[in-house]
């Protein structure tokens, strides 16, 4: 490919990303409350959310293993990372439902 030929593809990617659409504003900070609780206890319940879930069951890659391995297959690469992603999600939304069991409420910060 010519330096010509790159020159051009680079102005149209510019161009072209220009009209991409905005992302979504990210959401605001939140804060977990509950009633006569520290930021001890709070700091204690994260921490027994978090060690319970590793419980959650590792997820399996392209490769058949629990880690991801080296492939040369883009499309597995781009696998792999939405496999991974999508268990970090998993992951958190364990941790959430955890300190929502054990009655802790999250709230936007400034509005306890």
Request: net charge neutral; aromatic share 8%; hydrophobic share 35%.
């Amino acid at each position: 490919m010519s330096r010509v030929h790159l020159i051009h593809i680079t102005a149209i990617c510019i161009v072209l990303s220009g009209c991409a659409t905005p992302l979504p504003p990210s959401p605001p900070p939140t804060v977990w409350t509950k009633s006569n609780a520290s930021d001890a206890d709070y700091q204690r319940q994260i921490a027994a959310c978090r060690n319970a879930s590793f419980a959650v069951p590792p997820p399996i890659y392209s490769n058949g293993q629990t880690q991801p391995g080296q492939t040369s297959n883009l499309g597995d690469t781009f696998s792999d990372q939405g496999t991974m992603l999508a268990h970090y999600a998993v992951v958190f939304q364990y941790t959430h439902n955890c300190l929502v069991a054990a009655g802790w409420t999250e709230h936007p910060v400034g509005q306890q």
